[in-house]
C-alpha cells in the first residue's frame, strides 16, 4: 500500500500544498490544501499513482466531466499531471468536504429521516448524469459527502455511460455483478440500493458474486427503504427499479395504500453511445428538497444536512461558486470535442428550458421576448436547463446578459457576465449555456477579429429563453 502520509507537508505543482493527510487507500490519497488567489479557500486534493498511458486518460476523463455543473456534485477547481519523488501522478483539486457517509456508518446508522433525505439528494443528482449522459459508476458511501449544507456526490470518477472504468483508478466495491461490460444507469442504482442497506443497517447486504441470486435485504429495514433496497439489487439490471420510482417511493404516505415498486424491463446500455433522448422527469422532489432546490438561487439553506443528527442550522450558507476548473496537461492533448445533436425543428414551446442545441428562433412575443435576435447568424444556441422546482420560486423574471467574443470560426472563446451580479445559480447556468453557443464563421474580415456580441437570457417560471446582438467587430 502506498505511503501517503510520506509526502505531508509537500508542494504540488509549485502551488497545492499538502497540508494535511486526510486519509487514503493503495488506489489515491487525500490531502487538505488550498485553493484560490487572495484568501484562499480550503479544499481537497486527491492524488493518484498512474503511468503516462493511464494518466493521459485520466486526464481526457476530467476534461469531459468539468463542464458538468449541479449542485449536488462536489465542485472540481483544478487537475493535472506532476511527479513526487519519480512516482508518477495525477491529482484533482476540489471542494472540500466536512465529513463522508463511511466517517458516520462505524458509529452509528443513518436514522430513517436521515436516509430519506440522503437517498432524495443523490437520486436527483444521478438523474442529472443520467440525462447527461454519464453514470457515477463507483457509488459509496466513502463518495457520499456532506459539504456546507448539501449532500454531495464526488464527480472526480465520473464515466461515460456504457464506459468500463479503471481498477487502478477507482475500483467499486459495490459495483454491479454486469459492471465489467460497462458502467450503465441500472449500475447505479444496484449501488445506490447496496449502500442504503449500508447506512441503515452498519453492514453491506450479503451476496455472492458468483451466484445468480439476488442479495440478501434484511427483512428489519423499515418501509419505504425495504421495498426500495429490494427493487435496486436485481442481478438482472432490466429488473431494476428507476430512480424515478425511487423519488416517487419516498414521496409522504397518502391515505391510499401505497403500491410497490412496478419493475418494469428496460434495456441496459451495452456500449458507449450518445444519451437518450431526454424525456420529462417524472417525479417531484419531497418538500425538503424542493426547499434546498429553491434557496440555491440566494446561496441559502434551511436545514443542515451533514449527517450529524437533525439539529436546524440556522444562518448557514452555500460557498460561492467556484471558478471554472483548469488543467496542467503538458504535453497531454485536450479532450476531443464532443459531437452536437442535429436540431431537433419539432421540439415544443413547453421544452424551451432544455440545454440541447437547436436552431436559433426568433425570439418575439409579449411574455417571452427579449428584443430583437440580432444579426441572425447564430447556428447552435444553448438555452440552460432549469429546474422546475427553481423555476416555480421565481416572482415576475430573472434577467442575465452574457458577453461572448467569437473567433473567425464562430466558435465562443470568451465569456463574462455583463449584467449587474444577480443570482448566483442563474449567472452561473447562463455563463456556461453562452459558452456553448456557436454562430457562423466570419466573412470578408481579418482572420485575427474577433467578434462581440451580447447573449440575454430571461428566465420565467415557464422556462428561459434567450437571444444574441452583435455589438462590435
Not at 443513518?110 to 433525505?117: I, S
Not at 417571452?368 to 420560486?393: A, K, N
Not at 449587474?420 to 452561473?428: A, E, H, T, V, W
Request: overall charge positive; glycine content about 8%.
Amino acid at each position: 500500500m502506498m505511503e501517503w502520509k510520506q509526502w505531508e507537508g509537500r508542494v504540488i505543482d509549485g502551488r497545492f500544498h499538502l497540508r494535511q493527510y486526510l486519509g487514503g487507500s493503495a488506489h489515491s490519497g487525500v490531502f487538505l490544501t488550498e485553493y484560490g488567489e487572495g484568501t484562499p479557500q480550503k479544499a481537497a486534493i486527491k492524488l493518484v499513482p498512474a503511468d503516462s498511458g493511464k494518466a493521459h486518460v485520466w486526464i481526457l476523463r476530467r476534461e469531459l466531466t468539468a463542464r458538468l455543473s449541479h449542485p449536488g456534485l462536489l465542485s472540481i477547481f483544478h487537475f493535472g499531471s506532476c511527479q513526487l519523488d519519480g512516482t508518477g501522478l495525477v491529482y484533482v483539486v476540489m471542494e472540500h468536504s466536512e465529513e463522508d457517509l463511511s466517517q458516520v456508518i462505524p458509529v452509528r446508522p443513518l436514522t430513517p429521516a436521515e436516509a430519506r433525505e440522503m437517498l432524495m439528494a443523490v437520486v436527483e443528482t444521478l438523474a442529472y448524469l443520467h440525462k447527461e449522459g454519464f453514470v457515477h459508476g463507483c457509488l459509496t458511501p466513502a463518495n457520499i459527502l456532506a459539504a456546507g449544507d448539501r449532500v454531495k456526490l464526488s464527480s472526480d470518477g465520473l464515466l461515460r455511460i456504457g464506459e468500463s472504468g479503471d481498477d487502478s483508478f477507482a475500483p467499486g466495491v459495490n459495483g454491479p455483478p454486469e459492471s465489467r461490460a460497462g458502467m450503465t444507469r441500472a449500475g447505479d442504482v444496484w449501488s445506490l440500493g447496496m449502500t442504503l442497506v449500508e447506512v441503515l443497517t452498519q453492514r453491506a447486504p450479503e451476496w455472492d458474486g458468483m451466484a445468480a441470486n439476488d442479495p440478501v435485504v434484511p427483512d428489519t429495514l423499515a418501509e419505504p427503504f425495504l421495498d426500495i433496497a429490494r427493487g435496486c439489487l436485481r442481478s438482472k439490471p432490466r429488473l431494476r427499479c428507476s430512480l424515478a420510482e425511487i423519488a416517487q417511493a419516498l414521496q409522504p404516505a397518502s391515505p391510499a395504500p401505497q403500491k410497490r415498486l412496478n419493475f418494469v424491463e428496460t434495456v441496459p446500455v451495452a456500449k458507449p453511445a450518445a444519451p437518450a433522448p431526454e424525456t420529462k422527469r417524472r417525479f417531484v422532489l419531497p418538500v425538503a428538497g424542493a426547499f434546498m432546490l429553491a434557496t440555491i438561487m440566494t446561496g441559502g439553506l434551511l436545514t443542515s444536512v451533514r449527517f450529524v443528527g437533525s439539529s436546524a442550522a440556522t444562518g448557514s450558507r452555500l460557498p460561492a461558486p467556484p471558478q471554472p476548473p483548469t488543467v496542467d496537461t503538458g504535453t497531454i492533448p485536450a479532450a476531443p470535442r464532443a459531437a452536437e445533436p442535429a436540431p431537433n425543428h419539432a421540439s415544443k414551446a413547453s421544452d424551451a428550458s432544455r440545454s440541447a442545441p437547436e436552431p436559433a428562433p426568433s425570439v418575439s412575443g409579449a411574455d417571452h421576448s427579449v428584443g430583437s435576435p440580432g444579426t441572425g447568424d447564430v447556428v447552435y444556441r444553448f438555452v440552460p436547463e432549469v429546474p422546475r422546482e427553481i423555476l416555480r420560486t421565481i416572482r415576475g423574471m430573472v434577467k442575465v446578459s452574457v458577453r461572448v467574443q467569437t473567433d473567425q470560426s464562430g466558435d465562443v472563446v470568451d465569456a463574462q457576465i455583463a449584467s449587474r451580479p444577480g443570482s448566483k445559480y442563474f449567472d452561473r447556468v447562463t455563463l456556461d449555456a453562452a459558452r456553448r453557443w456557436r454562430f457562423k464563421p466570419a466573412s470578408g474580415e481579418g482572420h485575427d477579429t474577433a467578434i462581440a456580441r451580447l447573449v440575454r437570457f430571461e428566465c420565467r417560471k415557464n422556462g428561459c429563453v434567450a437571444a444574441a446582438d452583435k455589438t462590435r467587430r
